[in-house]
């Protein structure tokens, strides 16, 4: 069974479009436990939110997908994956609309003190994303 995932990265130092470009990357440097913990959780496959983080609206920008299994960084306490583009948004869906839109209430990416990279997303919420981003 597949899950689903949020990861967040400043547009201007990885963007969906760079990932677009590059068709995939390794999801690595994540020096929080939690969030490791949760790149160890992945499997191949699985759908990602991809979260254009900081500057004046945060917002998923689109979609990706795990396309090699975790496996561990130079360093064995840490872990990456690998994440392959799959779509961008035609209307991204910012922080303001997720956190207003009841439907999408409890996600962790609208919880206080939430700044984890890597987080998990039910699978409603996030068909309920990709249906809004996809709407032009």
Known sequence: MANYWLIKSEA??????DLKKDKS?????????QARNFIRSMAKGDLVLY???GGTAP????????VKAPYAEKDPLWSAADVGFVEKFKTPLTLAQIKHDP???GMMVTQQGSR???Q????AHFEIIRKLGTIS
Request: proline share 3%.
């Open 12 to 17: 201007d130092c990885y963007s969906i479009d």
């Open 25 to 33: 990357t390794s999801w690595a440097g994540v020096r929080n436990y």
């Open 51 to 53: 979260y254009h983080s």
């Open 59 to 66: 917002h998923v920008a689109g979609i990706a997908k795990v």
């Open 103 to 105: 439907k999408l209430s």
């Open 116 to 118: 984890l990279s890597v």
């Open 120 to 123: 998990p997303v039910s699978k």
